[in-house]
């Protein structure tokens, strides 16, 4: 499998560095912030219980329960410096942390080369493409609002992953290229995350630490979802059909991809039905995927049992489903274990990028940074009129979303901290976490430290330059039709 730039004429020019590069970067950079930020920390209060961890024994704490940060008891403490050996670890120690997802990752590689190897696949596409030819646009709406839901009812990022699979083929054969492809998976789940409306992971655990009700604040929510929703598709579908009406459009004009994804042979004759029972187990996995990973029971819905289903399930889930398949199409032992293992060498570099990202966290932990930041945040917006406080709340929160890109991490540190400070300001405490939420989204959509995004995209050989540079037009827009939004939200207040 190889991807190869056609390097045209010979001429100087700067070529932006891999994402490995961009990230590790991004790790040297954070560990030069150790060395001039104050270490610093919160004293922190157990969940649910009134035991209170003094700043200088958090890093000590060894408890399961989640911390809480008390507003006004940050104190600085002995700084931790991050040198080179731990600059060089961070990757190391990264992977560790991160080692359930980068497994995630190699199951689906096996999957995947399981499926591809039966030919169903390239059946089931053409099955498809053919039943929409000449509608093949009308896709890419119905597929980013799918997505979107996906993100704003229960935080769709990292299991997008696998969904690029099903995606490339399809808008290949469609005649789109492969930017099509990651604007519908990464701009559809992106504003579902960004306008979250029950999402637990997000909307759910900040309106906790806030003390507000869950639907408090929805209806801005799911107003700024339909704008974004619309927003996206047209994005997406006025760059599809130029790249339709010429390939010389396209962005990744000049890249000849040469992999699974690139030879979807779309005259494959009938779809058989040994064919048709494959592919049913190929979406069947992700439909089950949807299911187990859901928390119904927050969302108030008891009715049918909640999963709690992670990566470790989801792995053995996708384990499952191979070889189902394999066992369908009669597959030899042997050639299933080959298949599998070429499937999964296939992913490495992605299961790799996962845990680089992963790395800087670490070197922020590790560096005790993180409540020193929070702590620049808590005075910056202090003070502020209504209208200019949630905006500046939604930039310091862009900011804390580089360093924190897990949505229900920053909630944890940041809610406890800037909820009441909404009550000096006169505003809801839900328009506070319609900013954090709005800006974790955002930034998550096209930064290298989101770690589905980086992954998504090495599984797809797209360059992350190419894709920064293709998106920021519509990153723009987004952060433009937040702020009037939150704008407004707090004018009619």
């Known amino acids: 499998?190889?991807?190869?730039?056609?390097?045209?004429?010979?001429?100087?020019?700067?070529?932006?560095?891999?994402?490995?590069?961009?990230?590790?970067?991004?790790?040297?950079?954070?560990?030069?912030?150790?060395?001039?930020?104050?270490?610093?920390?919160?004293?922190?209060?157990?969940?649910?219980?009134?035991?209170?961890?003094?700043?200088?024994?958090?890093?000590?704490?060894?408890?399961?329960?989640?911390?809480?940060?008390?507003?006004?008891?940050?104190?600085?403490?002995?700084?931790?410096?991050?040198?080179?050996?731990?600059?060089?670890?961070?990757?190391?120690?990264?992977?560790?942390?991160?080692?359930?997802?980068?497994?995630?990752?190699?199951?689906?590689?096996?999957?995947?080369?399981?499926?591809?190897?039966?030919?169903?696949?390239?059946?089931?596409?053409?099955?498809?493409?053919?039943?929409?030819?000449?509608?093949?646009?009308?896709?890419?709406?119905?597929?980013?609002?799918?997505?979107?839901?996906?993100?704003?009812?229960?935080?769709?990022?990292?299991?997008?992953?696998?969904?690029?699979?099903?995606?490339?083929?399809?808008?290949?054969?469609?005649?789109?290229?492969?930017?099509?492809?990651?604007?519908?998976?990464?701009?559809?789940?992106?504003?579902?995350?960004?306008?979250?409306?029950?999402?637990?992971?997000?909307?759910?655990?900040?309106?906790?630490?806030?003390?507000?009700?869950?639907?408090?604040?929805?209806?801005?929510?799911?107003?700024?979802?339909?704008?974004?929703?619309?927003?996206?598709?047209?994005?997406?579908?006025?760059?599809?059909s130029k790249v339709k009406a010429d390939k010389a459009n396209s962005v990744l004009a000049d890249i000849e991809f040469d992999d699974e994804f690139s030879h979807v042979n779309e005259d494959t004759g009938e779809f058989t039905t040994k064919q048709k029972w494959t592919m049913g187990i190929f979406f069947g996995a992700f439909l089950v995927m949807i299911y187990g990973v859901i928390p119904w029971e927050d969302m108030g819905i008891t009715a049918i049992p909640t999963l709690w289903w992670w990566f470790d399930e989801l792995s053995t889930l996708f384990l499952a489903a191979a070889i189902l398949i394999a066992v369908i199409n009669r597959m030899h032992e042997g050639e299933f274990i080959k298949t599998f293992i070429e499937g999964a060498k296939d992913l490495i570099g992605v299961a790799l990028v996962v845990a680089v990202a992963r790395g800087i966290y670490v070197v922020m932990d590790n560096g005790v940074i993180i409540d020193t930041i929070l702590n620049w945040a808590e005075g910056v917006v202090t003070g502020l009129s209504s209208g200019v406080f949630v905006v500046v709340t939604y930039f310091v929160h862009i900011v804390l979303s580089f360093f924190i890109p897990s949505t229900s991490g920053l909630a944890t540190v940041s809610m406890p901290l800037m909820a009441p400070l909404a009550d000096f300001s006169g505003i809801g405490r839900d328009l506070i976490i319609t900013a954090y939420q709005s800006a974790s989204g955002w930034i998550n959509i096209f930064a290298p430290t989101a770690g589905h995004l980086v992954a998504g995209l090495a599984l797809a050989k797209i360059p992350y330059e190419r894709f920064l540079k293709w998106v920021m037009p519509f990153v723009i827009m987004v952060l433009v039709v937040t702020v009037v939004l939150l704008f407004a939200g707090a004018a009619m207040v």
């Open 1 to 240: 499998m190889t991807t190869t730039t056609e390097a045209g004429k010979m001429k100087r020019s700067f070529k932006m560095p891999t994402v490995y590069t961009i990230l590790f970067s991004i790790i040297a950079l954070v560990a030069l912030l150790t060395w001039i930020m104050p270490a610093g920390k919160y004293d922190y209060l157990v969940n649910g219980t009134d035991v209170v961890i003094p700043a200088a024994e958090v890093l000590d704490y060894d408890g399961g329960e989640r911390l809480l940060p008390i507003p006004g008891t940050y104190q600085e403490l002995e700084s931790s410096p991050q040198g080179v050996i731990d600059i060089l670890m961070a990757p190391i120690k990264g992977f560790h942390k991160a080692v359930d997802v980068a497994l995630f990752v190699l199951v689906i590689g096996g999957f995947l080369a399981v499926t591809m190897r039966t030919g169903a696949m390239d059946s089931g596409v053409a099955a498809i493409v053919r039943k929409f030819r000449g509608r093949e646009q009308m896709m890419i709406p119905v597929l980013i609002t799918l997505f979107a839901l996906g993100g704003s009812t229960y935080g769709m990022a990292e299991e997008t992953v696998a969904f690029w699979a099903v995606i490339l083929p399809v808008m290949a054969v469609a005649g789109y290229d492969r930017m099509v492809a990651a604007g519908i998976i990464l701009l559809g789940s992106g504003v579902g995350v960004l306008a979250s409306t029950v999402n637990p992971f997000a909307t759910g655990i900040a309106s906790g630490f806030a003390g507000l009700p869950i639907g408090d604040g929805i209806v801005l929510r799911v107003i700024q979802l339909a704008i974004l929703i619309v927003l996206a598709s047209w994005y997406v579908m006025r760059y599809a």
